[in-house]
């Protein structure tokens, strides 16, 4: 083979097996073929070639085809994938509102019912039941509570009713419709058994039956205008419910303190213990209408008419004139009539003392003063005055001590049929005085501190018993007084002081002791200047107080549950107080105790009203 074919061969070997050009392969091999029929390795290579030219021809194709239809494999395979995706998304809604979706409302529904329910209950607990019945109406509709609900709503509107029952019979207890509201009350008991405080209520009805009794007898004896039996019930009842019929028992015991006060003014004997009695009456009368200026007016009558009445027993015939005019000039009937026969009897003693000591003109005035006065009978006047103005001043035919018809002395008298044997107070130091209504009259009596030797004492002596009570209020070096005093125009409200008579004038000399917005009174000093004694109504009743002479370490000494312990006296040791107090039956009894308070016990025990001890110092 020459150069030349050599590099055409070549040439064409290089198409053939570098695969240049893959469509030129069977055309080269075809060229080659002839020109090396004798070479065996180029008809091998040319045999390769053409197997190889007929496979891409044939599978060519084929692979071409086998790339592009694994890119569309791949795309189905995720459009299938996205398609499942979608599909079980779809399922899975499809599910929730099938199945998962009711089954949660349910339990919801049921939750918001059974919430409810609760609210209903609570509601009910709670006493509010219209709002129950409307919460157990709503939570019945729902299947699973309608029969509880139901039976709620029945139980709601049950107690509505008791309800309803119960505040109609507060309202009517409110209203002192008490029989109204024990029917109401017992109504309740029947349909609810023990509901709120009805079995109090009813207890409290049953107990209260005993205040109708003194109720009723109180009225009777208003209704008979019995005054002193007016008080006794009325007090008793106040003093175990201030509540009760409050209007009623007010009002008919203030008339009967202030009507009882004038008769004992009135009486004939009007003697010093019935004038501080009618005083004590009046005093009670404005405690029970504070604010009332009737009822402060006629308790500053009647102490200026006591006043009056005082300076008439001590001959003090200007004091007792003043007194009477004042009460005559806004009052002229006063006591019926007989503040004008008191003020005609003041005149004419006047008259007669001027006339006695020659100043005839003023015996004129006077004797002119009492005939023109509206009294029963004014003839002794006129004929004295007739008598002075006719010519030389004659004696009077009249002694010149007035005779006030209701005369000041004291209301004791002697023993049984007027004896003269009474002793005289002053020998039993170390006893006890004390007043008492035994043998049918008001005396001044005495006993042991053990309570025996009870007995009465010569009638004389009351002066020297208040003189002693009086005494008890100075410290025992006689330069402090102890005294009870309230603000002006508050009667519920007096305080204990202490005045210092020992301190030069302009220091300050008054001392306040108690400021409780209470009532504190009576204070007595023991004698050891230690302890002052009184009394408070401070935790509800009037109770025996003590406190130190400087006016500490204040401490209640009797306590009771309605009844009242009044006028403490120390013993000459100061180891004991005597008082008086109505804690049994609500007779006035005088009782003694410790200075501390212990060993309470009945010293003059009997069925009489015994009151206002003194320890005999």
Same mark, same amino acid.
Not at 164 to 189: C, G, P, S, T, V
Not at 398 to 407: E, Q, R, S
Not at 416 to 442: C, H, M, Q, V, Y
């Given at each position: 083979?020459n150069?030349v074919?050599?590099t055409?061969h ?5 198409h053939?097996?570098? +695969?240049k050009?893959? #469509?030129?392969r069977g055309?080269?091999a @075809?060229?080659m073929r ?5 070479d ?13 030219v007929e496979l891409?021809e044939?599978w060519g ?6 790339k592009? /239809?694994?890119?569309r494999? $791949?795309a ?5 994938l996205?398609n499942i995706?979608?599909?079980a998304?779809?399922?899975?809604v ?13 339990q919801k529904?049921?939750q918001? !019912? ?5 609210t ?13 019945? #409307?919460a157990?109406?709503? *939570? ?6 309608k029969?509880q ?6 139980q709601?509107q049950?107690?509505a009713?008791v309800?309803?029952l ?5 309202k009517?207890?409110e209203?002192?419709?008490?029989a109204?509201?024990n #029917? ?9 058994p023990?509901y709120?405080?009805v079995?109090q +209520?009813l207890?409290?009805?049953?107990e209260?039956q005993?205040?109708?009794v003194l ?6 004896a208003?209704q +008979? ?5 007016v008080?006794?019930?009325?007090e008793r009842l106040?003093s /175990?419910?201030?509540?009760f019929?409050?209007? =009623?028992?007010?009002?008919h015991l203030?008339? *009967?303190?202030?009507?009882s006060a &004038? ?6 004997d009007?003697q ?7 005083e ?5 009368a ?14 500053r009558?009647?102490?200026t008419?006591v006043?009056?009445?005082?300076a ?7 004091s007792a004139?003043q *007194?009477?005019?004042?009460?005559? @000039? ?12 008191q ?5 004419l003693?006047?008259?007669? =003392?001027?006339?006695?000591t ?6 004129? @005035?006077f ?10 009978d004014?003839?002794?006047a006129r004929?004295r ?15 010149p001590t007035? $005779?006030p018809?209701p005369t000041?002395k004291p209301?004791?008298v002697?023993?049984a049929?007027?004896e003269?044997?009474?002793p005289?107070?002053?020998?039993f130091?170390g006893? %006890? ?8 009259e008001?005396?001044?009596y005495?006993?042991r501190p053990d309570?025996s ?6 009638k004389d002596? %009351?002066?020297?018993y ?9 410290s025992p070096?006689g330069t $402090?007084r102890v005294y *009870?005093?309230g603000?002006k125009?508050k009667?519920?409200?007096?305080n204990?002081?202490v005045?210092r ?7 300050d000399?008054?001392?306040q002791?108690t ?5 504190? !009174?009576?204070p ?7 302890w002052?004694a009184?009394v408070?109504n401070?935790?509800g009743?009037?109770?025996i107080w003590i /406190? ?8 209640q ?15 000459p040791?100061s180891?004991k ?5 109505n804690?049994?039956?609500g007779?006035n009894?005088?009782?003694v /105790?410790?200075?501390?308070g212990n060993?309470q016990?009945n010293?003059s025990?009997?069925?009489? &009203?015994d ?5 005999i110092k």
């Amino acid at each position: 083979m020459n150069a030349v074919g050599n590099t055409d061969h070549d040439s064409r070997l290089t198409h053939v097996f570098g +695969r240049k050009q893959d #469509n030129a392969r069977g055309e080269v091999a @075809d060229q080659m073929r002839p020109d090396s029929a004798d070479d065996e390795n180029i008809a091998a290579l040319l045999d390769d070639a053409s197997v190889k030219v007929e496979l891409e021809e044939s599978w060519g194709s084929v692979v071409t085809r086998r790339k592009f /239809m694994i890119g569309r494999r $791949t795309a189905i395979w995720v459009l299938a994938l996205v398609n499942i995706i979608i599909l079980a998304a779809f399922l899975k809604v499809a599910v929730i509102d099938r199945f998962v979706r009711p089954t949660v409302e349910a339990q919801k529904d049921e939750q918001r !019912y059974q919430s409810l329910f609760e609210t209903a209950q609570i509601a009910m607990a709670e006493g509010k039941y219209p709002e129950a019945i #409307n919460a157990f109406a709503r *939570a019945s509709t729902h299947p699973l509570l309608k029969e509880q609900a139901q039976a709620g709503e029945l139980q709601a509107q049950r107690m509505a009713e008791v309800d309803l029952l119960y505040r109609d019979a507060n309202k009517a207890w409110e209203n002192q419709d008490y029989a109204e509201a024990n #029917n109401l009350f017992n109504q309740i008991e029947v349909k609810v058994p023990g509901y709120r405080d009805v079995p109090q +209520r009813l207890e409290q009805w049953q107990e209260m039956q005993s205040l109708f009794v003194l109720y009723e007898e109180g009225e009777d004896a208003y209704q +008979r205008q019995d005054w002193e039996e007016v008080i006794p019930p009325f007090e008793r009842l106040r003093s /175990m419910d201030s509540s009760f019929l409050t209007a =009623q028992v007010t009002s008919h015991l203030y008339d *009967a303190y202030v009507k009882s006060a &004038e008769l004992l003014l009135q009486s004939e004997d009007a003697q010093v213990l019935k004038t501080r009695v009618a005083e004590e009456r009046v005093r009670r009368a404005v405690l029970l209408r504070p604010d009332d200026p009737d009822a402060e007016r006629e308790a500053r009558v009647v102490r200026t008419y006591v006043s009056g009445l005082n300076a008439l027993s001590q001959g003090d015939l200007n004091s007792a004139m003043q *007194a009477f005019v004042s009460i005559y @000039d806004v009052l002229p009937r006063y006591l019926g009539g007989l503040i004008a026969e008191q003020l005609f009897r003041v005149y004419l003693a006047l008259g007669d =003392q001027k006339l006695a000591t020659s100043e005839r003109l003023d015996a004129i @005035d006077f004797y002119g003063k009492a005939s023109q006065l509206p009294v029963a009978d004014s003839t002794e006047a006129r004929l004295r005055l007739e008598a002075v103005a006719a010519g030389p001043p004659p004696t009077p035919t009249v002694t010149p001590t007035p $005779t006030p018809l209701p005369t000041p002395k004291p209301d004791i008298v002697p023993g049984a049929g007027g004896e003269p044997e009474d002793p005289p107070l002053k020998l039993f130091k170390g006893w %006890i005085a004390f007043i008492s209504t035994r043998d049918n009259e008001t005396g001044l009596y005495v006993m042991r501190p053990d309570g025996s030797g009870q007995r009465r004492v010569r009638k004389d002596d %009351i002066e020297l018993y208040y003189q002693m009570r009086e005494r008890e209020r100075w410290s025992p070096s006689g330069t $402090t007084r102890v005294y *009870a005093e309230g603000p002006k125009g508050k009667a519920n409200d007096v305080n204990i002081f202490v005045f210092r008579e020992d301190l030069p004038q302009g220091w300050d000399r008054r001392f306040q002791y108690t400021d409780w917005g209470a009532l504190e !009174y009576d204070p007595v000093w023991s004698p050891d200047n230690k302890w002052i004694a009184f009394v408070s109504n401070i935790s509800g009743n009037d109770e025996i107080w003590i /406190m130190t002479s400087e006016g500490m370490d204040h401490k209640q000494l009797t306590h009771n549950t309605w009844e009242w312990d009044k006028h403490p006296s120390f013993s000459p040791d100061s180891t004991k107080i005597v008082f008086w107090t109505n804690r049994e039956g609500g007779n006035n009894q005088i009782w003694v /105790m410790d200075v501390d308070g212990n060993n309470q016990f009945n010293l003059s025990n009997n069925e009489f &009203e015994d009151q206002e001890p003194v320890w005999i110092k």
